[in-house]
């Protein structure tokens, strides 16, 4: 064992905790006169080294080398999906087509995709990544630089106020690591691409100590929010609705700044006028395609009143009995961000007893309150079980927020929880910075991600579409009804051929109102639970103008005695598919038959 200069300078019989508390301290000092002899954009670089580097080791150690045939995340439904949004706006941009119509899936019609989880800013940014490297390639890039961009910004946001380093850096990690970023890594590209609501919080902070000029201040955060519309529209309405509620909690205790802070406001609100301005190419297309009502039930996707303190199994340390109390939860796992656990809830003790007499510190505490009674959704659940009614039932149908997830709220209160941490550390006093470092440090590591709980499964795209095998057997931009062993794989069957096929269906979270309520529009599978009749599956066919059915081996037993039962013949095996067609050209069954 080597023993520390600092321990081993001491005379024999010195008490040996004030020689370890010494040395400690002396440890200490060190690290933050290192961090403070940086230059400011030195200090930035570094912070964004280290969270890239954590990014790649945490989320893509086991399959780095495997970034273009294994998926980062879970690879399961919804990632598919971005893959294949990635792809298309690709096409989309080499074909000089609009990127926000696909008239390649539900033919005839094809279908607007303003509603849908589309992340045009994602695929703009990843076209080199995926020009060389492939969609799958580009989508687990566009991950990693998410993790590693949300640590940042809020590094930045920590650092303006603290301007400590190592406190900076506790903060970014809270936030990168925290619940909601965790499981919305899981394959979630459109939510984990949040950096931009840091990036503003960091921008407001600068115009309000008057380092940014009112012109570089509007532009700044135009640039800002128009990334964040085209990398999710769910989370540029989420943000917008509490960025008011920050506002406005922010003008009761602002005091005397409160004219700068209103002056600041019709700045920021000027940047929201631009950025719709830009964006009413997507703005009219979603206004021509509204879905008939809220996509989700938001009682049923909100968190637990004990989602807060029980953690769940997407956290490395999650003890049996969270595992059976957890069970209870509506919430997703992967989905529900609301865990904080026990030693950040004693931070933000912490945070209101020592700094009770600053005036941000209520502000703050405040909004980590509304927004967590927010995320609790209209109804309070307490182990799944209904209780009573809450706030949010007055605004979930509200025009901005009504498709939005209380769930995913969380990811707000995150933000204020990892200033909090910096804060209170950046303010420590010699003698207890080490305790205060170590609720934070406890509080990270009950934060850990459960890496095990991610497969990080492999591309499965038959050998019929990967070998190009497909252009022997089905024509250019044929419409083919896909019936994939899982939900989604239709969409990268048709990514894989350049999509020069068209789909008859596709996995696109939400679906053109014309086709809401008929039976065969969320597709059929290996997995599928509901049948369907011949009559239905002949009708649906014709009208949808298919002439191919391709069938995976791992769904070919199942379904095909109802595809021989509307005229379908298999012409061609292999390549891990089937294809068939129909014998008389016209899809029928006995209650169709002319």
């Not at 879905?291 to 004990?306: F, M, T």
Request: hydrophobic share 50%; aromatic share 10%.
């Amino acid at each position: 064992m080597t023993i520390p200069p600092e321990v081993a300078a001491h005379e024999p019989g010195t008490d040996t905790a004030v020689v370890i508390d010494e040395a400690r301290d002396n440890l200490l000092d060190r690290l933050r006169a290192w961090g403070r002899g940086l230059p400011g954009w030195a200090r930035g670089l570094v912070a964004f080294l280290l969270y890239l580097v954590a990014a790649i080791v945490i989320w893509a150690g086991p399959i780095i080398t495997q970034l273009r045939v294994r998926y980062v995340g879970s690879g399961r439904t919804d990632a598919k999906f971005f893959q294949w949004a990635v792809g298309w706006v690709h096409w989309a941009l080499t074909h000089h087509v609009d990127p926000l119509y696909m008239p390649k899936i539900f033919t005839p019609d094809g279908m607007s995709l303003a509603w849908t989880t589309f992340i045009p800013g994602g695929g703009l940014v990843m076209f080199p990544v995926e020009s060389l490297f492939g969609s799958l390639a580009a989508v687990n890039v566009l991950l990693l630089l998410a993790s590693a961009l949300a640590c940042w910004a809020v590094y930045l946001v920590c650092h303006r106020l603290t301007h400590a380093f190592w406190p900076s850096i506790a903060g970014g990690y809270l936030f990168g690591y925290s619940e909601y970023m965790a499981g919305q890594l899981h394959g979630h590209v459109n939510l984990v691409l949040i950096f931009p609501v840091p990036i503003a919080v960091y921008l407001v902070i600068r115009r309000l100590e008057g380092s940014l000029g009112r012109l570089t201040f509007v532009v700044l955060m135009t640039l800002s929010l128009t990334g964040l519309f085209l990398f999710s529209t769910e989370v540029f309405a989420t943000a917008a609705f509490f960025g008011v509620i920050a506002f406005l909690i922010a003008l009761i205790s602002a005091g005397q700044d409160r004219g700068r802070l209103f002056g600041v406001g019709v700045l920021t609100t000027l940047a929201y006028g631009i950025t719709f301005v830009l964006m009413t190419p997507y703005l009219v297309s979603a206004v021509k395609n509204p879905p008939e009502s809220a996509i989700r039930d938001a009682s049923q996707v909100s968190v637990d009143l004990l989602s807060f303190v029980v953690p769940r199994g997407s956290v490395l340390i999650s003890p049996g009995f969270a595992t059976d109390v957890s069970a209870h939860f509506l919430a997703h796992t992967i989905e529900d961000a609301g865990y904080v656990s026990v030693a950040l809830l004693f931070l933000l003790v912490g945070f209101a007893i020592t700094e009770r007499r600053r005036k941000g510190t209520w502000g703050l505490l405040a909004f980590v309150a509304v927004v967590s009674i927010a995320a609790l959704g209209p109804v309070l659940h307490v182990m799944g079980r209904p209780s009573v009614s809450l706030p949010w039932k007055l605004v979930e149908h509200a025009p901005l927020i009504q498709n939005a997830t209380p769930d995913r709220f969380p990811a707000y209160s995150a933000l204020a929880i990892a200033v909090i941490g910096a804060l209170w550390l950046a303010r420590a006093p010699s003698r207890t910075a080490v305790y205060r470092w170590g609720v934070v440090g406890l509080g990270a590591v009950l934060l850990f991600p459960n890496l095990g709980a991610i497969p990080h499964l492999p591309q499965t795209v038959p050998l019929f579409f990967s070998s190009g095998e497909y252009r022997n057997v089905l024509r250019a931009d044929e419409v083919v009804f896909a019936i994939p062993k899982d939900k989604g794989e239709e969409l990268t069957w048709q990514e894989a051929t350049d999509y020069s096929i068209q789909l008859a269906q596709g996995h696109m979270g939400v679906l053109p109102d014309r086709y809401a309520h008929e039976p065969l529009s969320t597709g059929l599978n290996a997995r599928s639970v509901a049948g369907v009749s011949p009559a239905t599956l002949a009708a649906w066919l014709q009208e949808r103008q298919v002439t191919a059915i391709v069938v995976a081996d791992a769904a070919q037993q199942r379904f095909a005695p109802l595809i021989r039962s509307v005229g379908g013949a298999s012409v061609y095996e292999g390549g891990g598919v089937s294809v068939w067609r129909s014998t008389q050209g016209v899809w029928t069954s006995d209650r169709t038959a002319p």
